[in-house]
């Protein structure tokens, strides 16, 4: 047998053996190829380290409302909806009836709609859809929905939706266990809430490069507030969806547009090129010959 003198080196084979003396790539596991429920935690630290001076601040404002601090932990633990419990204290303390927190908390919440159609739901897990649903909230669906996160898996997007609501939940708790120690006169508190979320509008922008977007959104919403003052958030959602789906179908017109006309394109130069090849064929045939004048033959 001839042996190549060339010294070779074979390239990794991921997942097949090459002997009991192969040294082979392991084998990749569940949430292993995007590094997992670690990978998760750390996806999930950045914009968690953000959320705790909110769920202090929301603290403050439990201990302040002169609730009892285990309110303000029930509040995160089970409602786990940072705007809408800001809210929710409001009526609370107000004495508010129950059809009309429901009611609030149905326009409040109603962009959760939306952002259910681009959450990756349908990568969780059995059970694991239930906690999903229920801890979707906009810094989860900020990370699981960016273009990067596509092949993130149940164990990743488990994990950045439990680190959201674990630093959620022991923030408002020490918020409320510290609040008496606040003074009364210190204001603002509840704009924490605005500033997260111009924060997470500016990282979705910035990672989505879709420049109109952002701007699209802020002329909505001021049209919103002009035409319907009381519900400006439901009014600009609905205004921005329809400018989405306005853009959609008429990129989708454009494609197929473009389609067509490069498939004509191709059509053509084919036909072209067929009638070519015949005449030439014609041309080139032994004993044939141009018809000149005089030529009778047929």
């Not at 705790?52 to 029930?74: E, H, R, S, T």
């Not at 909230?137 to 960016?146: V, Y």
């Not at 939706?161 to 204001?187: E, R």
């Not at 070519?276 to 000149?292: D, H, I, L, M, Q």
Request: glycine share 12%; hydrophobic share 55%.
């Amino acid at each position: 047998m001839h042996t190549d003198p060339t010294p070779t080196v074979d390239p990794p084979v991921i997942g097949t053996a090459q002997g009991p003396s192969a040294v082979t790539a392991p084998v990749p596991v569940v949430g292993a190829a995007d590094g997992g429920f670690l990978a998760g935690l750390r996806d999930a630290t950045p914009a968690g380290l953000a959320a705790v001076p909110l769920g202090l601040a929301f603290g403050v404002l439990v201990a302040q409302a002169g609730l009892d601090w285990w309110w303000g932990a029930l509040f995160a633990a089970v409602v786990f909806a940072g705007s809408f419990e800001f809210l929710l204290l409001g009526l609370v303390t107000a004495g508010a009836a129950l059809p009309t927190i429901a009611l609030t908390a149905l326009l409040v919440n109603v962009r959760h709609v939306f952002y259910a159609l681009s959450f990756p739901l349908h990568r969780l897990p059995g059970a694991a859809k239930i906690y999903g649903t229920f801890a979707l909230t906009d810094e989860a669906w900020a990370l699981t929905a960016s273009p990067q996160a596509q092949r993130w898996r149940a164990a990743r997007i488990l994990a950045i939706q439990g680190g959201f609501h674990l630093a959620w939940v022991a923030s408002v708790t020490v918020g409320a266990l510290t609040g008496a120690l606040v003074p009364d006169w210190i204001v603002g508190l509840d704009f924490a809430l605005t500033a997260l979320f111009i924060v997470l509008g500016i990282d979705a922008a910035r990672a989505r490069r879709d420049l109109p977007a952002p701007f699209v959104a802020v002329a909505c919403a001021a049209i919103a507030g002009l035409l319907v003052p009381g519900g400006m958030l439901v009014g600009g959602i609905v205004l921005f969806v329809a400018f989405l789906l306005v853009r959609i179908a008429v990129r989708r017109r454009r494609a197929a547009r473009s389609a067509a006309t490069e498939e004509r394109m191709r059509a053509s130069s084919g036909v072209s090129g067929e009638r070519g090849r015949v005449v030439s064929g014609v041309a080139g045939e032994p004993g044939s010959a141009s018809p000149g004048v005089g030529d009778d033959r047929p």
